[in-house]
């Protein structure tokens, strides 16, 4: 199976074969943590991982590697395979560091960091995936308990070629304060259907395995769904993407569903609704529309405890006679599952948004969000494949939207040259790669400007259009490791 989700652009069981080693390291006992998001040291501070999948280690092309740079300049250290605390060694292809994300998922204080490298070879089985969780601790990553390695096997026990396991990656806590982390599988086979997708889901230490033949799971199983290419959580909610679904002959319309982290009877999380362009009023599920292909999720202010935000991206949606255009959608889910239309129609020269459609934007390739007070939404859409002139086709571009309680919509734009550090160039795809915090959005340029190998840039959400970014991450610069192939291409 190819690459069919490119970075720019049998059923229902309960997983006791999700395998998991550790690398055989003691566990450390935790000093007191901060409890901050994505704090691997403890120390009150937030911390930045940025992934190079493309990176060559040990002579390994496309082995790849995770860079983090600890808040309050703390120093910074690079994970990767072939280090005494990351189980494995490098490997050709494997990607390592293609998803990111972050969690407490063992309840000391200390946030985890969750490595998907999903072109892993198991057992033979090219491109299987695994997916790695690096434990925080107050001495930093590769001080504390030893790590731990997923891989995912059926009832054969066995990986299969081209699972893509670890693609997409969310983690948490949910209500309660129980951990989970969910791991998208969008190139798992459901029986001989190919491609439908599944995901594999740990709460509190219990491994579950959801497909689309799942109890109660909306939609069926058909080729190339990708259910799990896509993922977002709340400590509510847990959504998943499914931009292959198709609705008849409309191929790759693409659709959403949406799951309680409450647990069923078979040990999964409670699937709740599913969600598409036609069911939410948004205009029509069309073919190559793409709808889920990213998201973005946010929980609700305390007043309204128990439901979540989320962003949906349709970067293959088309406007007007501007192919690929894109477009993205914000929703409201209730604790019952119940889907409310905030804004339905999110796009360039649309609700509010700048800039003038275009065949091959993909506008809603990728999205981020972070929820300002009871009042304010942060939203930052990429749209990789933007140009203003044929010299600089697909250079790239970001919005940074801000909603307010009423609908009010403002715009900031940011492009290489314009906020975004650099020369305009061919194919920079600026956008491609987005992540949020409570303070900045996080931009990776993993193709930047020049000969250099990458970089990430960070916004404040009250950036004006084409302000220059307050904090740059930079191989060879700040402690970070010179080199690299794709630095930016993933965020946490």
């Not at 970089?455 to 740059?472: I, L, N, R």
Request: a negative charge.
């Amino acid at each position: 199976m190819g690459e069919w989700i490119a970075w720019l652009a049998v059923a229902g069981f309960v997983v006791a074969a999700l395998v998991a080693w550790g690398t055989g390291r003691a566990h450390a006992a935790a000093a007191a943590c901060s409890g901050v998001d994505a704090d691997y040291n403890g120390d009150g501070v937030r911390d930045t991982a940025i992934g190079d999948p493309d990176a060559t280690v040990n002579g390994k092309s496309l082995a790849g590697t995770v860079t983090v740079a600890y808040g309050g300049a703390a120093g910074v250290v690079q994970v990767r395979q072939g280090l005494a605390w990351v189980p494995g060694d490098p490997e050709a292809g494997t990607r390592f560091g293609f998803s990111l994300t972050s969690g407490d998922l063992n309840a000391d204080g200390c946030a985890d960091l969750v490595v998907g490298a999903p072109y892993r070879d198991v057992n033979g089985a090219a491109d299987a995936g695994a997916v790695y969780v690096i434990y925080g601790a107050p001495g930093g990553l590769g001080t504390g308990p030893a790590s731990t390695f997923y891989v995912q096997e059926r009832t054969s026990a066995t990986s299969e070629p081209g699972d893509l396991f670890g693609y997409s990656l969310s983690a948490g806590k949910a209500t309660g304060s129980t951990p989970y982390v969910a791991m998208g599988i969008p190139g798992e086979d459901v029986g001989t259907v190919r491609d439908a997708g599944a995901m594999a889901y740990v709460h509190g230490g219990v491994a579950a395995w959801v497909d689309q033949e799942s109890s109660n799971v909306p939609g069926l199983s058909e080729p190339d769904d990708r259910f799990g290419a896509s993922l977002a959580s709340t400590p509510t909610h847990l959504i998943v993407g499914v931009p292959g679904e198709g609705f008849g002959t409309e191929a790759f319309a693409g659709g959403i569903v949406i799951f309680s982290h409450t647990l069923d009877a078979t040990g999964r999380p409670t699937p709740l609704t599913g969600a598409d362009q036609t069911s939410t009023n948004v205009g029509s599920a069309e073919a190559g529309d793409r709808f889920g292909t990213a998201l973005a999720a946010a929980p609700l202010p305390a007043s309204l405890a128990g439901e979540s935000y989320v962003l949906v991206g349709s970067p293959g949606e088309d406007l007007g006679t501007a192919v690929d255009a894109g477009s993205a959608s914000l929703y409201r889910i209730e604790g019952d599952g119940t889907v409310t239309t905030v804004m339905g129609a999110l796009a360039q020269g649309v609700g509010g948004a700048g800039n003038t459609p275009e065949t091959g934007d993909f506008f809603g390739q990728t999205v981020a969000m972070s929820l300002q007070g009871p009042l304010t939404l942060r939203l930052a859409v990429g749209v990789p494949g933007e140009e203003s002139s044929e010299e600089h086709l697909d250079k790239g571009g970001i919005h940074i939207f801000t909603v307010r309680g009423d609908s009010t919509v403002t715009d900031a734009w940011f492009d290489p040259g314009y906020g975004i550090p650099g020369v305009p160039e061919q194919q920079m795809f600026v956008g491609a790669s987005l992540a949020a915090t409570p303070q900045a959005l996080l931009v990776g340029v993993a193709k930047a400007s020049g000969s250099a190998s990458g970089a990430v840039y960070a916004f404040g959400w009250d950036s004006q259009s084409g302000t220059a970014p307050t904090q740059t991450f930079t191989p060879g610069e700040g402690g970070i490791p010179a080199g690299g192939a794709a630095f930016g291409a993933s965020i946490r």
